[in-house]
């Protein structure tokens, strides 16, 4: 049994590494084909030809597209992300000074979503059909249909514009107490929950109700066993494997929808960084940071494969 496992984990993480390898691909080509570079970008549109071809030199920018794929996908492989071409530092020190406020970021996001959306998604599924499975399912409907940025946007309107409650932007560096951390991190924390929320709780009640409808469940109904119980103890570990998809696939919105968010409220993460990147055609920070979401959404799919293998004996057999 366990060299099954072992096999199966051995393939979902196979295909992962390869996916990231045609991930890098598809990056390198898109920031390949954006309009101008970075030698463009510092010498402006005055410059003449020669010194443009100068500097495009020394930045590596002349040579053939595979020979800059190779050699950029090698410093990968050795964890050399190379060097800012605006800022002229590595980037890999840019993004490690980023990186631990997207993560407080998520992390914060997570604490709130995760238990929120388990608990309403678990709840609507058992009493499926009432009045607050109605309510929570359109609600969740019309959140998903707003797209992030209006949220964002809304949040500002009314509670900074109006109500003056918290600031307009996310300010996460003259943090000194534990009132301040809360309105720097309200807006953002809010903005992202709620789309999360909406998802995650979606996903949870269908896999619950899947499980909820099985032939095993009404034959342990049918010997009396009361309602709590047959979630707790029969329902729930059959329906591990389809809710840790669901918390993967909605935990993974953070890689993208934080770009969003943290633009609008001038958070000072990984997102904002690579939106600076495409501005200032900074190729290699922008294609680090998008390698670094991939990653990271990979991952979380992965994890989910994993635990519903684990967590689901039907899966380790054909």
């Given at each position: 049994m366990n060299g099954i496992i072992l096999k199966l984990l051995a393939q979902r993480i196979g295909l992962s590494l390869l996916s990231l390898l045609a991930?890098?691909?598809?990056?390198?080509?898109?920031?390949?084909?954006?309009?101008?570079?970075?030698?463009?970008?510092?010498?402006?549109?005055?410059?003449?030809?020669?010194?443009?071809?100068?500097?495009?030199?020394?930045?590596?920018?002349?040579?053939?597209?595979?020979?800059?794929?190779?050699?950029?996908?090698?410093?990968?492989?050795?964890?050399?992300?190379?060097?800012?071409?605006?800022?002229?530092?590595?980037?890999?020190?840019?993004?490690?000074?980023?990186?631990?406020?997207?993560?407080?970021?998520?992390?914060?996001?997570?604490?709130?979503?995760?238990?929120?959306?388990?608990?309403?998604?678990?709840?609507?599924?058992?009493?499926?059909?009432?009045?607050?499975?109605?309510?929570?399912?359109?609600?969740?409907?019309?959140?998903?249909?707003?797209?992030?940025?209006?949220i964002a946007t809304l949040a500002v309107l009314v509670f900074a514009v109006q109500l003056r409650w918290l600031p307009a932007l996310s300010y996460v560096n003259d943090i000194e107490s534990m009132g301040q951390l809360l309105k720097a991190f309200a807006m953002p924390v809010l903005t992202l929950t709620c789309v999360i929320v909406a998802q995650m709780m979606r996903m949870t009640r269908a896999a619950v109700i899947d499980q909820l409808e099985a032939p095993y469940v009404e034959m342990v109904r049918l010997k009396g066993a009361s309602s709590l119980r047959i979630v707790m103890c029969h329902a729930l570990p059959n329906a591990v494997g389809p809710i840790a998809n669901a918390v993967a696939l909605s935990l993974s919105y953070l890689l993208g929808g934080v770009i969003i968010v943290e633009t609008i409220f001038n958070y000072p993460g990984v997102a904002k960084l690579m939106v600076d990147g495409v501005a200032q055609r900074d190729t290699p920070l922008v294609q680090a940071c998008a390698m670094l979401f991939c990653s990271g959404y990979l991952i979380l799919v992965t994890a989910a494969d994993i635990c519903g293998i684990v967590a689901n004996p039907r899966l380790r057999h054909r």
């Open positions: 991930v890098s691909v598809i990056v390198f080509a898109v920031t390949a084909v954006l309009p101008g570079d970075a030698a463009q970008e510092q010498l402006g549109q005055d410059a003449t030809p020669e010194a443009l071809a100068a500097l495009r030199a020394q930045m590596g920018l002349d040579a053939s597209a595979p020979e800059r794929y190779l050699r950029w996908l090698g410093g990968l492989v050795q964890g050399d992300f190379g060097k800012s071409v605006t800022a002229y530092l590595p980037v890999a020190e840019l993004i490690g000074s980023r990186l631990p406020n997207s993560l407080l970021l998520a992390a914060i996001t997570a604490l709130f979503s995760v238990p929120i959306a388990l608990a309403a998604g678990i709840a609507s599924a058992v009493w499926r059909g009432s009045w607050f499975d109605r309510a929570a399912s359109t609600a969740s409907v019309g959140i998903v249909s707003v797209p992030e940025f209006l």
